[in-house]
């Protein structure tokens, strides 16, 4: 949990000066969906190890 909690305390100071808006929620969106696709992507490899690879 103090990871956690430790990731949510450094995402926040990384964008609290940032400067303009405009970046600011580029960045935003940029950082949550590289979380999201490096989500699938580590999805779809569990799914592929749990079924198993054809040979």
Known sequence: MSKLLLFKDLYIEAFRNLG??????YLKVLTWSC???IGVISYAFIYRLATGFPI
Do not use: F
Request: aromatic fraction near 12%; charge should be neutral.
């Open 35 to 37: 979380v999201a696709l």
């Open 20 to 25: 303009h808006y405009i970046v600011s929620s």
